[in-house]
């Protein structure tokens, strides 16, 4: 039997845009001969699956799953909306998200992760699903949360029975868990709706808020203030900066009133233990993905 070596897979790869795994098993069971692992590929629909990975998919589900004091959500993109109303495109972006709970937060690991009950990876399975379904479908990314007391809290934002934004909210405390679940929900919505870049002030970037001083200072320096009151004019407006983009510094949504830090300062003498926010993540689904002017019907 011919050796199975990487530069024979990567050559069938190239040639079929199908997945690793899929050209390692398709080369075994044809002996190394390239031409015959091409028709194993094609026969299983592998191939043909492979072909629609060129078209962008920018709609699909955001899941989400959490236990107790961890939390894990992925993205996972087809072409049309209509796709993510599909059981099975739901039940293995359903499935994925628990394996996300489990796994550590990589998305290649999570991807060559065995897909439950079905004897391939979770790469296989999605290899499988374009086939079936017929459109190019992508899992994109995940991201995993995790506290070492306290708990990890979430929200799903639907639009017309379509998950678009997930949101995970991690809060660490002594406190007990039923006494976070209702901050922590609130906290989850919040932050799907006011979509804060950064937890506090210390952890902008330098990098942003040069970036921001620059366009504060050349807008005041416009209106032919003298420096010293472009100085004081560029501080005070960052402060704007630092309440549209950080968490702790965010009016509280559902009140618009209580500034989050304090909202979490009553909080913590509700539940008779400090609480903080150890971390967030939110997805929206299909940011950043550049769509088509002409988008797939």
């Known amino acids: 039997m011919a050796e199975i070596t990487a530069a024979l897979v990567k050559e069938l790869r190239e040639k079929t845009g199908a997945g690793m795994m899929d050209c390692k098993r398709a080369l075994g069971d044809s002996g190394g001969d390239i031409e015959a692992a091409i028709d194993w590929l094609r026969k299983k629909g592998l191939s043909a699956a492979a072909k629609k990975a060129g078209r962008v998919a920018a709609e699909g589900l955001i899941g989400v799953a959490t236990r ?135 952890s902008v970037p330098q990098a942003a808020l040069d970036r921001e001083r620059e366009v504060l200072r050349e807008q005041a320096l416009a209106s032919g203030k003298p420096p010293p009151v472009v100085d004081k004019m560029v501080e005070g407006r960052l402060g704007k900066f630092h309440e549209e983009f950080v968490l702790l510094e965010q009016i509280f949504v559902v009140d618009q009133k209580t500034k989050i830090s304090k909202l979490l300062d009553q ?19 299909g940011e950043g993905i550049e769509r088509p002017s002409n988008p797939v019907v």
Do not use: W
């Not at 993510?84 to 499935?95: D, H, I, L, M, S």
């Not at 995940?142 to 929200?155: A, Q």
């Not at 909080?267 to 689904?285: C, D, H, N, Q, W």
């Open 68 to 202: 107790g004091s961890a939390g894990a959500v992925v993205e996972v993109n087809s072409e049309t909306d209509f796709v993510a109303r599909n059981k099975e495109f739901q039940r293995f972006v359903e499935a994925v998200s628990q394996l996300a709970l489990d796994g550590d937060g990589d998305l290649e690991a999570l991807r060559m992760t065995g897909f439950p009950g079905s004897g391939r990876t979770v790469e296989e399975e999605l290899t499988q699903l374009i086939s079936t379904i017929g459109e190019n479908i992508v899992l994109r990314r995940v991201r995993r949360l995790s506290t070492g007391g306290g708990g990890v809290f979430p929200y799903v934002h639907n639009v017309q029975g379509i998950a678009k934004i997930g949101v995970l909210v991690a809060l660490g405390s002594a406190a007990p868990t039923d006494r976070l679940a209702g901050l922590g929900k609130q906290l989850a919505m919040h932050i799907a709706a006011a979509n804060p870049l950064y937890l506090d002030i210390s």
């Open 267 to 285: 909080a913590s003498k509700t539940a008779g233990a400090p609480i903080r926010v150890e971390g967030f993540v939110r997805f929206a689904l």
